[in-house]
């Protein structure tokens, strides 16, 4: 059986940060996440939706298919702000 999508999402996303010579702290500020779940994603333990996982690929360059096949750009990508409530735990408060 083959490696899982997220699997290869994870390996797809540490390869072009590791093909930049970023940090996981500098990636997910450069696409607008948490450095925490930049990591959780390279380890193939997050789900993500097809919009989530095409954007995480715009944002590096590439399209989906070529993220998930291992290819990578050359190109370093601008920083994207992040949002005020970019803190996953923040949102799930209930009032």
Do not use: C
Request: aromatic share 4%.
């Amino acid at each position: 059986m083959g490696e899982s999508l997220r699997r290869r999402l994870g390996a797809g996303l540490r390869g072009q940060r590791e093909h930049w010579g970023l940090t996981q702290e500098q990636l997910a500020e450069r696409i607008g996440v948490t450095p925490r779940y930049l990591a959780a994603l390279e380890r193939g333990e997050r789900n993500v939706t097809m919009d989530t996982f095409d954007e995480y690929a715009g944002l590096l360059g590439l399209d989906a298919q070529a993220l998930l096949a291992g290819e990578t750009h050359d190109e370093l990508p601008a920083v994207r702000p992040r949002p005020d409530d970019a803190n996953p735990k923040g949102r799930r408060k209930r009032s």
